[in-house]
């Protein structure tokens, strides 16, 4: 049987946050690790601060200080992320007590201790605590320490994390786990992530990307344990294998000038956000041409409306063909409900024929109704992760009636599920939400599975994509000029705001690569909010999009 990684945890206190906490009792369960040793941070005598003293350390930041209290104050995480746990309640290992030299930033773990770590002949150190590491410790096991680095290090260095992007205005939230080094920006990547900015709250940007960060530590010592050193550091290069040239400033604490533009900043847009909406409708609806061949239509300025009355929205357009009549399936969101349902009308190229119809509703909400044929049978997935399923539908009545066949994955909170057969096999698509917190939107699994009705396996890659740019499913995958082409969503300034197409390069059980070869933005129409599904088939071609609409 194969050994387990043996892993060591850093910490300078024992209260964590439970993101960390959530690593570790994974790890504790865990068939591929275990946790040998705690090595915790003597921590030296301190003096109490004078008033002045305290007065200059804390006068510049006392704006920052107060705002972050008023947000934790205002606004309930549930998770929430950074609540304090006790370590010893998760872990109960031998403990090591080490002593540091210190500088003004870093920390070096003394000689004598270095030995005495050596002793547990780990695989892998996690940094949970410590300042910036020096010396032996970052070789004290065969894998080194890993840590996390919650921002985007191309562009936002120093911290405090989550913070500037909020204060900045930025679209995407990075974060990275990485193998230290002397070098303190240059550590080995192991995984990096990007999420979308929620710009009007510090505490829900953080809490969100922490809770999706805490996968990736188990994720990745899974997979050296199963992939063994050579293969998984192989996998990894991709990430090293370019320059990375910082050109932001490094980044500190907001000052209080910072501050006071921030607020002010922010109270303006929530006062001209709540009057816009009192006259102002953001809604989904759909855009569609059809082409005199069989094709897909590219220009979108040429695109035709059918916009839904005021009270609902209409998005997630698939496409179905009937004895030459186009059936445009979707959802339906009316307002008063609270949840979507699936619906349908006939497209012609003159318009809507007849009415909206409503084909499915349940208990939970629904959207995305994405169809698959398989022989002769036409089979309709509905997005059901309020119901923590994938449900596969077939059709008894075309166009109306439905049935369900079979839930094809269980347990799960998978969104804009997406099938598609290749190289003998089925596919399938899924954002994929593993941490309660986390956002829907950054994490792109794949599934695939010998037949329609049989076991669905998880691929290795998991996940294929994280990033919030492309990750989100949007549309059929296309096959163009012999390739095919993923569409993604792009909702990194907003949900929806556009989408990617990338071309899928390599599909394996084993392995998984796309490229990506174009962006799409709503910028057609000075109306248009957002963009987030593409569909085609035979000579009809349909979008969705959002629009600001005059409320009366």
Not at 479 to 508: D, F, V, W
């Amino acid at each position: 049987m194969k050994q387990k990684l043996k892993i060591g945890v850093l910490i300078d206190q024992y209260q964590i946050s439970s993101w960390e906490n959530s690593i570790l009792q994974e790890l504790v369960n865990s068939p591929y690790a275990e946790i040998t040793v705690l090595v915790k941070k003597k921590v030296g005598k301190t003096t109490q601060d004078t008033f002045s003293q305290k007065l200059k350390k804390y006068g510049r930041v006392f704006l920052y200080e107060q705002y972050m209290k008023l947000e934790q104050r205002l606004i309930s995480l549930s998770p929430d992320a950074f609540e304090p746990k006790d370590i010893r309640e998760t872990l109960s290992v031998p403990e090591l007590t080490v002593e540091t030299t210190e500088t003004a930033f870093s920390d070096r773990v003394v000689e004598e201790d270095i030995a005495k770590i050596k002793d547990y002949k780990l695989d892998v150190f996690l940094r949970f605590g410590f300042r910036i590491l020096r010396g032996n410790i970052l070789k004290c096991s065969k894998y080194g320490v890993w840590s996390y680095h919650h921002g985007d290090n191309n562009v936002n260095r120093g911290g405090p994390a989550g913070v500037w992007e909020v204060i900045k205005g930025w679209d995407e939230t990075g974060v990275i786990l990485q193998i230290l080094t002397e070098d303190l920006d240059g550590g080995v990547k192991l995984f990096e992530s990007y999420s979308s900015t929620d710009k009007s709250s510090i505490q829900r940007n953080r809490n969100n990307y922490y809770w999706k960060a805490k996968s990736f530590i188990p994720r990745k010592l899974k997979e050296l344990y199963e992939m063994g050193e050579k293969d998984f550091f192989k996998s990894v290069s991709p990430l090293n294998n370019k320059p990375s040239i910082y050109y932001n400033e490094l980044f500190i604490t907001p000052g209080n000038f910072t501050m006071v533009k921030y607020i002010t900043k922010r109270v303006w847009h929530t006062i001209k956000e709540k009057i816009r909406e009192l006259f102002v409708l953001d809604q989904w609806i759909l855009l569609y041409k059809f082409e005199k061949q069989d094709k897909i239509s590219q220009s979108f300025f040429r695109f035709k409306r059918l916009v839904p009355p005021r009270d609902r929205f209409w998005a997630d357009p698939f496409i179905a063909v009937k004895d030459n009549k186009y059936f445009v399936f979707l959802e339906e969101y009316i307002y008063k409900k609270g949840k979507g349902v699936i619906s349908v009308i006939e497209l012609n190229e003159k318009g809507m024929v007849g009415d909206c119809q409503l084909v499915l509703e349940t208990d939970y909400h629904l959207s995305y109704p994405f169809l698959f044929e398989d022989g002769d049978k036409i089979y309709m997935i509905p997005e059901s992760a309020d119901n923590n399923t994938v449900e596969l539908y077939e059709c008894e009545e075309f166009p109306l009636k439905w049935k369900l066949k079979k839930v094809l994955l269980d347990n799960i909170s998978a969104y804009d599920a997406t099938i598609f057969q290749y190289d003998g096999k089925y596919w399938m698509f899924a954002n994929v939400r593993t941490n309660e917190g986390a956002s829907t939107w950054d994490e792109l699994f794949l599934f695939y599975a010998d037949g329609l009705f049989d076991e669905w396996k998880e691929h290795p890659m998991n996940p294929v994509v994280s990033d919030v740019k492309k990750a989100r499913p949007a549309g059929n995958v296309i096959e163009y000029q012999g390739n095919l082409y993923r569409p993604g969503q792009n909702c990194a300034k907003r949900y929806g705001h556009g989408m990617t197409l990338s071309k899928i390069t390599k599909l394996t059980e084993t392995e998984y690569e796309e490229m990506e070869e174009q962006s799409i933005y709503p910028n057609w129409e000075k109306d248009l909010l957002a963009t987030h599904t593409l569909n085609s088939k035979s000579r009809l071609t349909i979008i969705d999009a959002m629009i600001k609409r005059n409320r009366f």
